[in-house]
């Protein structure tokens, strides 16, 4: 009888796709930043001095310009960047930094609204945002990019219901 038994599998879940902005000002401004893994570039690009300093701060793979339309359709000026993922700390992890500020959330649904209100905070000068697993606008690309597609958001953020852990 056990032959016949089968064993039920979850489907696992689908790792997360990385972030990937685009658009020359957004590149740079995130590598200044120490955000960004790898750029983009479609070949055949002329000379632009925001080029250097990209070169000098990020890992820079040449693709053809139809490889780079896949990865970032739009408006990307012959850029792209993956960025280093964001990192969700538990609620003992954040306040173990001592964070002179921190910014708590409840109910932001909206990404932009989302992404605003962290950029903000990080003028502001805060350590952390204190993010609900629940009620709350995914931290996905949207959340990154500002008005001007600048990736600007405190390094800090918590997910999560009960304030012990983070998913």
Same mark, same amino acid.
């Given at each position: 009888?056990?032959?016949?038994?089968?064993?039920?599998?979850?489907? @696992?879940?689908? &790792?997360? !796709? #990385?972030? *990937?902005?685009? %658009?020359?000002? $957004?590149? +740079?401004?995130?590598? =200044?930043?120490?955000?960004?893994?790898?750029?983009?570039?479609?070949?055949?690009?002329?000379?632009?001095?925001?080029?250097?300093?990209?070169?000098?701060?990020?890992?820079?793979?040449?693709?053809?310009?139809? @490889?780079?339309? &896949?990865? !970032? #359709?739009? *408006?990307?000026? %012959?850029?792209? $960047?993956? +960025?280093?993922?964001? =990192?969700?700390?538990?609620?003992?992890?954040?306040?173990?930094?001592?964070?002179?500020?921190?910014?708590?959330?409840?109910?932001?649904?909206?990404?932009?609204?989302?992404?605003?209100?962290?950029?903000?905070?990080?003028?502001?000068?805060?350590?952390?945002?204190?993010?609900?697993?629940?009620?709350?606008?995914?931290?996905?690309? =949207?959340?990154?990019?500002?008005?001007?597609?600048?990736?600007?958001?405190?390094?800090?953020?918590?997910?999560?219901?009960?304030?012990?852990?983070?998913?």
């Amino acid at each position: 009888m056990s032959d016949r038994r089968r064993t039920r599998q979850r489907p @696992r879940a689908a &790792a997360p !796709a #990385a972030a *990937v902005i685009h %658009g020359r000002n $957004a590149v +740079l401004e995130a590598a =200044r930043a120490g955000q960004v893994v790898k750029v983009f570039q479609a070949s055949g690009l002329g000379h632009d001095p925001r080029l250097d300093e990209l070169a000098r701060l990020a890992p820079i793979e040449v693709v053809p310009p139809d @490889r780079l339309e &896949a990865i !970032a #359709a739009g *408006v990307h000026q %012959g850029v792209a $960047a993956e +960025l280093k993922p964001r =990192r969700e700390w538990t609620l003992k992890e954040l306040l173990a930094t001592n964070p002179t500020l921190l910014v708590a959330l409840d109910g932001i649904m909206d990404p932009q609204n989302l992404g605003a209100i962290l950029r903000s905070a990080e003028v502001a000068g805060a350590g952390g945002a204190i993010i609900p697993e629940h009620r709350s606008a995914p931290l996905d690309r =949207r959340v990154q990019e500002g008005d001007h597609r600048e990736p600007r958001a405190v390094d800090a953020s918590v997910r999560g219901s009960d304030s012990s852990r983070a998913p």
